[in-house]
């Protein structure tokens, strides 16, 4: 149908740029709507507390490969990425609603298994399941995960508050997911090569969690309210700590720079990357699915975060002209590239 | 992995039965939750107005098939049918997102003909996009679409709220878009079978139009405000109108009577049927997707619709022992039974 026209293929314009292509046509028309794409979730105004919404998809051979992730765990994770995008905002997720898309021929067991993961993600982190949507599949399993939270308006944040001279902080620590994930397709293709030989995950049990069972950061978010901390910008990383803190340099209008000596890995992620003959820098600057928040603060807010371990300052913002920067530890200078995952160029 | 245990299909439970069965556990424990699971939206308690959330789950090959879907057609009424659901809540959505996934291969000019139609749908039913997901699916397109829409309290119409003697009543007409689907599965078929001929749609235009471009009926919502009724319970008409009545009914704990005669059925949805020997009652009855307003009334709210020709009174609301029953032409009483679509016998 399109073979004479003009074609461009989709992997040219990346997700961001894909998105940004096809809804740029379009109006905002209610006053409700404070803020529609381009932010980790969208605000709108309803009563005392503005209302946060996010959604993603989740589709069998593109975000997960059900040779190595157990259904519980799939369902359990499906929520958990949502709902992190409500705590990049700041705010307290509430609802969600889940929508699968499964073959006819998978029994009901194998269903359960993925609303037991659901349920103790809402269980865990005090979530409704408030409505979904169920079909059968012809091709492969389909998640569609839309999580519903609540924030105080003066409370949210968004990417484009970054101001020069702010602190860049992260939480927990980074490139643990991908490293997990290379050793599960590592031995998923020992397996495919020798169905015989059992998977050898021994003493790689934190990473491996770290792909299969990642937990949105709401403790983060109590944390800072009770440090009375609202971070000037917040984006969780999804996509790995360059391409997401260069969202937030791009929508603030600012630059930035990180040291690679700051960066928080952890010694599991670190020799594994080595073992596997993987940078670990590389790892955590573009490996993506943590899922910890990233986060810029005013300086003078220092002093309050500044011993708790679970945070750490990674860098900190600059001008637009000076742009994205990365002090490596032999004090070189890179130029930060995104190159977070793009779902069109697998 | 699941080859040793009980296994049960996911075809005997159904849609319905699979998310009671899947759900049942689930506890509601914000304030906010006003109802969850089990209408048309969920009901959100946040300010002055009530906030509706409904979402549908599109795929390739079980909800649509791109040999007769144009995508702009498709766009258009991935957003409709998620409208539609807020409309059966009597309330107005003003906001989407939309999630799609689609094959790397597919062209951008093709996802732009997908959201040409979304847009089309927004700026026609006033509703702002605000968010959604971008990926590449490597099985066939998937459209996710998530509503938020605005009630008064006290407007809201659940499907629970049928008390005996209320009329039932019906908006626009039935059997249309199933009947339509018919004709382009009859022309796809000659088409597979001789790819020089053309399809033959002539005359047929108004019932593949209920088929490929059905619009949610928020002009119904606005006339009965107008009309200032509220119906005591009010579905939309996804599954067929037996199966939806049946709905009502089984929430509001009562049963019905419909009178046959009294079915809305456009001479080309009639004739057309007719002419592939099918029943043209049954294609209203069991057929689905013709997105009309089904709602149920108080019999003092009857003189200020009786002369509206879009909304016609097909029965009552009876007691629950009396069951669902039909009154055909000829005077016999039918037993209703719900033949709505079940995804996982496809």
């Not at 399993?141 to 992260?170: M, P, Q, W």
Request: net charge negative; proline share 3%.
């Amino acid at each position: 149908m399109f073979e004479n026209k003009g074609r461009t293929e989709l992997g040219e314009l990346g997700e961001f740029g894909l998105i940004e292509h096809l809804t740029n046509n379009f109006k905002i028309r209610h006053e409700t709507s404070v803020k529609g794409i381009g932010d980790d979730a969208a605000v709108l105004h309803s009563g005392d507390k503005e209302i946060l919404i996010s959604t993603d998809l989740l589709l069998e051979g593109i975000h997960f490969d059900l040779a190595y992730v157990p259904l519980m765990h799939l369902g359990y994770k499906a929520v958990q990425v949502n709902l992190s995008d409500i705590y990049a905002m700041n705010g307290v997720a509430a609802q969600i609603t889940v929508s699968i898309g499964v073959s006819s021929k998978f029994p009901l067991e194998a269903v359960e298994e993925i609303y037991k993961g659901i349920e103790l993600a809402c269980n865990k982190f005090n979530i409704d399941l408030i409505g979904g949507d169920t079909s059968s599949s012809k091709q492969g399993l389909v998640l569609s995960v839309t999580s519903i939270g609540y924030a105080a308006k003066e409370d949210i944040c968004y990417r484009n508050g970054a101001n020069e001279g702010d602190l860049i902080c992260v939480s927990g620590d980074l490139g643990g997911a991908y490293v997990g994930l290379q050793i599960l397709e590592r031995e998923k293709q020992i397996f495919l090569e020798n169905p015989n030989i059992q998977p050898d995950l021994e003493g790689k049990d934190y990473i491996i969690e770290r792909q299969l069972k990642p937990e949105g950061r709401r403790d983060i978010v109590d944390l800072l309210a009770q440090m009375k901390i609202v971070p000037t910008a917040m984006i969780d990383i999804s996509d790995g700590l360059a391409s997401d803190i260069m969202h937030i340099c791009k929508q603030s209008e600012k630059g930035c720079t990180l040291y690679e000596d700051k960066f928080p890995i952890d010694p599991m992620t670190y020799e594994t990357a080595r073992e596997l003959g993987l940078d670990p820098t590389v790892c955590a600057l573009n490996g993506g699915e943590d899922y910890e928040l990233l986060f810029t603060i005013k300086q003078e807010d220092y002093t309050k975060l500044k011993h708790d371990v679970d945070i750490t300052v990674i860098g900190h913002i600059t001008d637009k002209a000076s742009g994205c920067k990365m002090i490596s530890k032999s004090s070189v200078v890179h130029e930060l590239k995104a190159q977070g995952w793009n779902a069109f160029k697998l």
